[in-house]
């Protein structure tokens, strides 16, 4: 005879093989214990069943919105989906990007090269140099070292080596480029962009929209970003 | 920064799944929505309690049974001066004759409402949610006997009150 214990803990998967084998033996021959495990069974397929109802709800907006991110946090999977600016409804972000962009070019082509320069114009294109470029090359997450900080290393849609990193005055997005890093956006620190306007901390939102489309899959934990440092960034 | 974006996407993921168990703990919806609220609200605070690799959802159950259980414990001292639930409410009608299902989940969170709290947390976590004895037992911190016994009269006390 089997105990209530085993035989719930039977009904419910939690035996192995052979007491499994051994018990449905024993409810086979027990008419009661037949009837019972059938009930059982019946009543859990109509718990599921009822409270199944609250996965396909929608979410209360007060739920909604007690998990919504903190200033500080960035959802890029929000930032994915919207791919909006959300803070410079005035200002498409591609306009934000390409403004400072410009700003960084016109720069590049009429002020004579400073070695320390951040960003060297090439071709049309935007590259890191100097501190920076060193920063984006050896520098984890993990250890900001200088004025440049590291935030988020990932793979974009073309399987290019891409990261985040916050200056002072400036933060962006850099993904590789042969042997160089090639910058995707370089925006101006919210203060300088915005005068009076400051962000609480954390990433600027016309840039974690471009991270947010740019990006394939997810982003790199420790582990990956030091493994893809060490095989240099391919 | 890493841990920080899985943690929210997951949280956001597993919102529904939340919701579903504070349904199987709470006395009605609105109850249910405050309860899965603050265990959100909770969650992020804690979030650096949370250890990335290990499963995110019993983290977060175990934050809403510990939320229900001081709620449910101020709760039944009040509980005791009123008037209990009136008997035989729930039996004696056909349960499942063409019952909708959002309906039968009213009179499933009533049954569940008369369980002992330390049955029905038992019945939420293993019935609905799906969790393992193990994985029951670790979240409650009570051995696995003591989850298995707790099963055994929770479902038999719910299926005599609402039949089958």
Same mark, same amino acid.
């Given at each position: 005879?089997?105990? @209530? +214990?085993?035989?719930? $803990?039977?009904?419910?998967?939690?035996?192995? #093989?052979? +007491? $499994? +084998?051994?018990? #449905? #033996?024993?409810? @086979? #021959?027990d008419e009661n214990l037949a009837l019972r495990a059938e009930e059982h069974r019946a009543l859990q397929r109509r718990l599921g069943t009822a409270f199944g109802t609250v996965l396909s709800d929608p979410l209360p907006e007060a739920v909604l919105a007690a998990a919504r991110p903190e200033p500080e946090v960035v959802d890029l999977a929000a930032a994915r989906r919207e791919r909006q600016p959300r803070r410079w409804s005035g200002l498409p972000q591609w306009a934000a990007i390409a403004a400072t962009l410009a700003i960084g070019v016109f720069a590049g082509t009429m002020v004579p090269h400073r070695d320390d320069d951040p960003v060297r114009i090439e071709g049309g294109k935007v590259y890191a140099a100097a501190s920076l470029d060193r920063a984006l090359t050896t520098q984890l997450a993990s250890a900001p070292a200088g004025d440049t900080r590291i935030g988020l290393t990932f793979r974009d849609q073309d399987g290019a080596m891409c990261r985040t990193f916050t200056q002072p005055a400036a933060s962006g997005l850099a993904c590789r480029d042969g042997q160089r890093w090639r910058l995707r956006g370089f925006l101006a620190a919210p203060e300088v962009q915005a005068g009076t306007y400051r962000m609480a901390s954390g990433m600027d939102p016309n840039l974690a929209n471009l991270v947010g489309t740019a990006m394939a899959g997810e982003p790199f934990d420790a582990a990956q970003e030091k493994a893809a440092r060490d095989k240099g960034w391919r | 920064m890493v841990p920080t974006i899985s943690f929210d996407s997951e949280l956001v993921a597993i919102l529904p799944r939340l919701r579903r168990f504070a349904h199987g703990l709470s006395r009605n919806p609105a109850d249910a929505d405050d309860l899965t609220q603050a265990t959100v609200e909770r969650a992020l605070r804690s979030r650096e309690q949370w250890q990335p690799g290990t499963r995110l959802d019993s983290w977060a159950c175990r934050i809403m049974r510990n939320l229900w259980i001081d709620a449910a414990r101020a709760r039944s001292r009040k509980d005791k001066v009123e008037a209990p639930?009136?008997?035989?409410?729930?039996?004696?009608e056909d349960p499942t004759s063409g019952m909708d299902a959002s309906v039968d989940l009213g009179r499933m969170m009533a049954a569940m409402d008369r369980l002992p709290d330390e049955q029905r947390e038992v019945v939420a976590l293993i019935l609905i949610e799906g969790f393992g004895y193990r994985e029951a037992a670790e979240m409650l911190d009570v051995p696995i006997g003591t989850v298995s016994s707790r099963l055994v009269r929770g479902r038999t006390a719910l299926l005599e009150m609402v039949g089958a």
């Open positions: 005879m089997v105990t @209530e +214990e085993v035989f719930f $803990a039977w009904l419910d998967g939690e035996l192995d #093989a052979d +007491e $499994a +084998e051994r018990v #449905a #033996a024993e409810v @086979e #021959a | 639930a009136e008997e035989g409410e729930l039996v004696g």
